[in-house]
């Protein structure tokens, strides 16, 4: 039996990001996302929102599995086929993420009957 203590949480390990990440004004992921997201048929309302989602994720190092969500490995490709198949779904799952910083708060009291 091992003396090492038993821990049942996973070590955090963020999501590794290439070296452009500090590109610039206009030059981060979320900007190419958008762009990206655009030519892909996204609404331009919705490709904002994605990339606000996107930047939030990385900025405020939400959860690996979020970041995942947020496009992280995938260059938000996943994003864009969802947003292209439930845009209000997408919506309503982006807005939470936006009003709970990825999970870590409560949900204002406005807006608590919005969200399943």
């Given amino acids: 039996?091992?003396?090492t203590p038993h821990n049942s949480e996973p070590e955090f390990r963020p999501v590794e990001w290439p070296e452009w990440t500090n590109?610039?004004?206009?030059?981060?992921?979320?900007?190419?996302?958008q762009t990206k997201a655009v030519a892909a048929g996204v609404?331009?309302?919705l490709a904002t929102f994605g990339?606000?989602?996107?930047?939030?994720?990385?900025?405020?190092?939400?959860?690996?599995?979020?970041q995942r969500e947020c496009g992280m490995e995938d260059e938000?490709?996943?994003?864009?086929d969802d947003v292209l198949q439930t845009q209000e779904e997408?919506?309503?799952?982006?807005?939470y993420l936006l009003y709970t910083d990825g999970n870590?708060?409560?949900l204002p009291d406005e807006v608590k009957g919005e969200y399943p």
Avoid: T
């Fill in 104 to 106: 870590r708060s409560e």
């Fill in 76 to 80: 938000g490709q996943q994003m864009i």
């Fill in 90 to 95: 997408i919506r309503l799952r982006w807005s």
């Fill in 43 to 45: 609404p331009d309302d």
């Fill in 23 to 33: 590109a610039g004004p206009g030059k981060f992921p979320w900007d190419a996302w």
């Fill in 1 to 3: 039996m091992s003396n």
């Fill in 51 to 66: 990339r606000s989602v996107m930047r939030e994720a990385y900025q405020h190092s939400w959860d690996p599995p979020l």
